[in-house]
């Protein structure tokens, strides 16, 4: 039983509002967060405190993470069952964040692929905030004791070194307190490619909007991106590229990362496994398979663009569900920093 009152074990993910969601942080992460929410105890988090790593228009903060909350309500997640919240209003985050800042190592931070790619070859301009981005995530995730964390495929790393701190605070101070966790890295999903160079991941920060599906485009835009998504000159391949494990082999990929890509995203929209889908699009041109894609695409993703919409005209409603979403994570985090500051011996005068 967790101090909650729940004999689930508990989840916690988050996602940044650095700009809309695209359909790789949908796939990868979001839409399975919905799915988890009966079988786990839920806490999904918009991180706003890591959005602000790098600048973030002030005057645009709370729009895109009332556009993140409303993505996840959207997608299915039920605000009563799951605590939805914003990072910055549990205050418990960033207090733990100091303590592990005070556990995590130079040399750890130093190995961090996430870090290198965004700071970029100027490192010594880089905030602070951003060299010490994992240290942050591995508080969300251990202030709750939360022991699965559903992500994509870029945060692995991260949440190894989250089982570092939790294992080198245990070990410090000679406790068994913080839980090894559990990433839950899901399917072919866990890696949408961009559509502009399938070796590159759909990013937020890929300067062309042609790359990725983003979550609020309509229809028409979903069709036009879809039709001048880059392909090659083959025709679609079938069941004979699967491996024995079911997926698409290595060589595959890298022969042939656009079509890959295409067809795992047709498969995760559709929930069908890739050996069907292969079965089925084997030896079809592009130009038929975009627009089977295409229509795909606009009857998962059109209900939801329209449902966040109609949730952003609501911005009140939006708001009372972060707001209730904070006091029900204050109410699980609180105690564990007390705790925290008891292990660690600060007077509690
Ligand atoms: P963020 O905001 O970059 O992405 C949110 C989630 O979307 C996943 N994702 C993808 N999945 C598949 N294909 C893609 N192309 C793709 N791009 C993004 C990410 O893996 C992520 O699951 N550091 C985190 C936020 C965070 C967090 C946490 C996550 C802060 N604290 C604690 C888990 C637990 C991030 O940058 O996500």
């Known amino acids: 039983m967790t101090e909650s009152g729940s004999t689930k074990a508990r989840i916690f993910s988050g996602v940044q509002p650095t700009g809309g969601l695209h359909l790789g942080n949908y796939l990868g992460a979001v839409r399975n967060f919905a799915d988890l929410q009966d079988d786990y105890e839920c806490v999904y988090c918009v991180v706003d405190l890591h959005a602000i790593t790098t600048w973030q228009d002030p005057t645009r903060l709370a729009d895109q993470t009332r556009e993140i909350t409303a993505a996840f309500l959207a997608a299915g997640i039920d605000p009563k069952n ?11 985050h960033a207090e733990l964040a100091w303590v592990f800042n005070c556990v995590a190592r130079v040399g750890w931070l130093n190995r961090m692929t996430q870090f290198k790619d965004k700071a970029g070859k100027n490192r010594e301009a880089a905030s602070v905030g951003l060299y010490g981005y994992p240290v942050l995530q591995a508080a969300d995730i251990l202030v709750y004791l939360a022991t699965h964390v559903p992500v994509g495929e870029d945060q692995k790393q991260h949440l190894e070194l989250t089982r570092d701190i939790a294992g080198k605070f245990n070990n410090d101070f000679g406790v068994d307190f913080f839980p090894m966790i559990e990433p839950l890295i899901l399917g072919a999903e866990a890696r949408i490619m961009s559509l502009r160079d399938g070796a590159k991941k759909m990013s937020k920060s890929d300067p062309s909007d042609m790359s990725r599906i983003n979550m609020t485009d309509d229809a028409d835009a979903i069709a036009n991106k879809i039709r001048r998504a880059k392909t090659d000159p083959a025709a679609l391949p079938g069941v004979e590229v699967l491996g024995e494990d079911g997926t698409i082999t290595e060589a595959f990929v890298e022969e042939r990362p656009e079509a890959t890509n295409l067809v795992a995203i047709y498969a995760a929209l559709g929930r069908e496994d890739l050996r069907s889908v292969l079965a089925d699009v084997a030896g079809k041109s592009f130009s038929d ?61």
């Open 289 to 349: 398979f975009k627009a089977m894609l295409t229509e795909r695409a606009v009857d998962q993703l059109a209900p939801i663009g329209a449902e966040m919409q109609r949730l952003l005209d609501d911005s009140a409603y939006v708001d009372g569900v972060l707001r209730d979403g904070a006091a029900r994570a204050r109410a699980i985090a609180d105690p564990v920093v007390e705790q925290v500051y008891d292990i660690v011996g600060m007077l509690r005068a």
């Open 82 to 92: 799951a605590i939805i919240f914003n990072q910055s209003q549990v205050r418990a």
